[in-house]
Structure formats: C-alpha cells, structure tokens
C-alpha cells in the first residue's frame, strides 16, 4: 500500500495509531447513468448548506464474514446505489445568481482504502465524538472541500488490525438533508444483500421547493435577521470538542425540573433547552443581548400534500426562538422548554415556501451568526442500523459537531452507552475556558 502514512493523536484520548492509505479512486455507477443538468431546489441552494458534513459508522468483525473485503463490499455495493442515485456522481456547478445546479457527469464519488493498525479494544469504552485521530480516518483529498466541480461524496474504508472495520464519509450537504443521507444509505447497505433496485426510489423533483414567480416573503424570518457582533475578536481560537451522554436517568431528572403542564415535552425539547442555557451561561453573555435557538425541522410531512416518499432533497427549515440571555438564564428551566416547543410549531408549508422565496430575494444569504446555536435531531434516521453485512454499526452518526466554519451546533445521534444504556449522546464545540463552566452548569442541573 503505497501514498501516505502518518500518525497523530487526539486531545481525547492518548490512543494513537498510523494509518496506511491507498490513493484515492473515483468509484463510478455501475452502469452508464443519464448525462443531464439538475437545479437543485431554492431550500438546496442556501449558503448556510454549502458545506460537506462528516459521518462515521463502526463495526466490529463478524465471523460470518471473515472471507470477505469491507473495502471490496463497501466500494461495489456504492457503485450499484450510484446508478440510482446518480446526482451524487456529478460536480456541482454554479450558474447566474450563485444558483447551483447539478452536472450529471457520472465522474464518480471519491474513495479511500486505508488500513489501521489498530484494533477496536484500543478505543475503548467511549465510540463517541471527539473520534482519536479522526483525520486519519476521513482523509481530505486535496480541493474535496470545495463546493463546486469537487466530488459530492468523499468516502474512506479503514480495516482495524482485529477484523473490524470504519466506513467514514462526508457529503455535501446542499445534496440532501439527515433524511435524505438515512435513505441513501439504507440503499447501499442494501445492494450489499444483492437487489438490483432499492425498495425506496429515490425521487429528485427539486421543483416542488423551489422560490414562487415573484418571490414573496410571509413570514417572520429571525434566524435571517442581521446581527451586529458587538463583542470584538472571537473567541473561536483555543475549541474543545466534548459529547455528553443523556440516558433515562438525565432525561428523567431534567424532566423533573418543568412545570406539570409542560412535562408532556419531548426529550428533544429537554435536551435542546439544557443545553441552550447552560451553553449561554458558560459564555457569559450580557443578560440584554439577545440569544438565538435555532430548531432544524424536517418540513416532509408539513406539507400539502406530502413531498413524495423517497424525496432525498433538503427538505429543512431551522425557526429561531430569540430572547435575551438574561431572561433565558434567570427564568425558571420551564421558560426555555416552552420557547423551543413553541418555535418548532412555525414550521407551516408557508413557512417553507417563504424561506425560498427569501434565499431568492436575498442572494442565498446565510443564518445569522452572533450569539445563535443550531440543534439538529438525527436519532430518527437510525444510522446504527446500516449494515453492510457486519451487523448493526457500534456507532453511527454524525463525526463531530459544528456546520462548516459554523461551529455551534449539535446533533442529538441515538447511543448505547458502555454500560448498554440506550440514549443520545450529544457532541459540542466551546472555547476551553467556556467547556469547564459548561460541565459544571450541566452537572449542576443533573444533580437537582
């Protein structure tokens, strides 16, 4: 195995291994697929998406198994879902109005081969962000964070010296939403089990979501809202990776802490309103400045009709719910569950069709930056039960936490602890400063 071999560690842990890696190939559909340009839908096309978000799935070996390649698998069985899933071969291109379209080029996704000597024992107990030396396991090829003419899909295949083995992958996410990933690679790991089509078609129809002749914003859009930053300098040098593990336990206790008529809440409103304010606290933000909440919602079945099953497009909106941190912080815990409960209710088919209009109207700006915090819920979409002929994934979710450059958001991925707790485990970004003020207001309100 020739190209590149290198070892490193990682602040969480002292584990450190080399990884060797083979060139990377473009893995092509199995079948000439059609040559042909698709728009991409006007909620596809925001700048906030133009970013490539990392995924890990681990499994340990399997004796069953043990005659047959991970890499060898993995890449065949991509290259049959690329035949019907065949935008992910193309590039990305941009055309007036910084509008995106997709080149159906056929040209490939981008793939790793790559061995590790090391073995899944030597990770311990905590298969969980922040992964050691991740960036050996997801190799950047040069130029693969561009947006666009840059592979859509970079995938890397690490067999572990005990038989298991980590499938790492990141993909553009102007692409597809946590929805649309789940279904991708539900196909995949389905061309390993041999059919020849997957038992959901993928549908691209971006046109349903795209901007209205003329655009014409209805609703009140504050995750859009021009900020000024009013603190100098930030504080974005000296970041901390960390995950935090909820099971019934946290959750019951945090629970405990709500009025009864909100004690109906979900988990996520819970979980999504703890940190919230712990987060705030542990940034000491001035208690008049206004802080941001923003909820990504899956909007599919807001719709009249439906957006049809198989949909694989971002299909997203993030609402906002605004209020200052003193308010947030100072209120009793029941204030900030009902201010995210509320939040996710805006969520309408107007809504939608209102943020495209909006990206249109105003040049695809961005979310606002200053003082926001994203949370997106990926426990629904399962990715712990991609098997490729391994079993169920240890872990399967998302890599780390942040969106691009965007480093304040967290992802809710469904876990089983060491101890075989089912829960959510939750990674975050903060300075180093901030971390320790945050564990202990986290620890603070577990411990009521």
């Not at 043990?66 to 065949?86: C, G, N």
């Not at 999504?272 to 712990?278: E, G, K, L, N």
């Amino acid at each position: 195995m020739a190209s590149s071999s290198s070892s490193s560690s990682s602040s969480s842990s002292s584990l450190m291994f080399t990884v060797r890696r083979c060139q990377p190939q473009l893995v092509v559909p199995a079948i000439p697929t059609p040559h042909e340009v698709k728009p991409l839908s006007d909620i596809d096309d925001q700048e906030a998406l133009r970013f490539h978000i990392p995924f890990i799935q681990i499994y340990r070996k399997k004796a069953s198994m043990a005659e047959k390649d991970p890499v060898q698998v993995i890449r065949q069985a991509l290259s049959q879902t690329l035949v019907f899933y065949y935008p992910f071969a193309g590039r990305l291109r941009e055309g007036p109005h910084r509008k995106l379209m997709v080149n159906c080029t056929g040209e490939g996704a981008m793939f790793v081969e790559a061995d590790a000597d090391v073995t899944l024992e030597q990770f311990g107990d905590s298969l969980q962000p922040p992964f050691p030396c991740f960036h050996e396991l997801l190799y950047h090829v040069p130029a693969s964070q561009q947006i666009t003419n840059t592979p859509l899909l970079l995938v890397q295949v690490t067999r572990l010296r005990c038989g298991g083995f980590i499938l790492a992958f990141c993909f553009n996410h102007i692409m597809c939403d946590g929805a649309g990933l789940s279904q991708f690679m539900s196909t995949w790991a389905e061309m390993v089990r041999g059919p020849t089509k997957p038992s959901i078609p993928p549908v691209w129809c971006r046109e349903l979501l795209m901007a209205r002749h003329p655009p014409r914003i209805t609703c009140n859009h504050r995750e859009f809202e021009h900020v000024p930053d009013t603190v100098k300098g930030s504080n974005q040098h000296d970041m901390v990776l960390r995950s935090f593990f909820f099971g019934p336990s946290q959750i019951a206790t945090i629970r405990g802490l709500v009025p009864p008529h909100l004690r109906h809440c979900t988990t996520f409103d819970l979980i999504t309103a703890c940190f919230w304010r712990c987060r705030t606290k542990a940034l000491q933000i001035e208690a008049d400045e206004d802080v941001r909440m923003m909820v990504i919602v899956n909007a599919r079945a807001r719709l009249n009709p439906p957006l049809p099953v198989g949909y694989y497009g971002n299909a997203i909106a993030y609402p906002a719910a605004v209020t200052t941190a003193g308010k947030l912080c100072e209120n009793p815990f029941g204030y900030a569950v009902n201010l995210i409960n509320k939040v996710k209710g805006e969520v309408t088919e107007e809504y939608v069709h209102s943020v495209a209009d909006l990206m249109v109207s105003k040049g695809r700006c961005s979310f606002t930056t200053v003082r926001s915090f994203i949370v997106s819920d990926l426990r629904r979409f399962s990715f712990r039960e991609i098997d490729f002929g391994w079993g169920k994934a240890l872990y399967g979710g998302i890599a780390k936490a942040g969106a691009g450059a965007f480093p304040a958001v967290i992802y809710l991925t469904s876990h089983e602890n060491a101890n075989g707790e089912e829960g959510v485990v939750i990674p975050i970004w903060l300075p180093a400063k901030a971390m320790e003020r945050f564990e202990h207001e986290l620890s603070d309100m577990l411990r009521n």
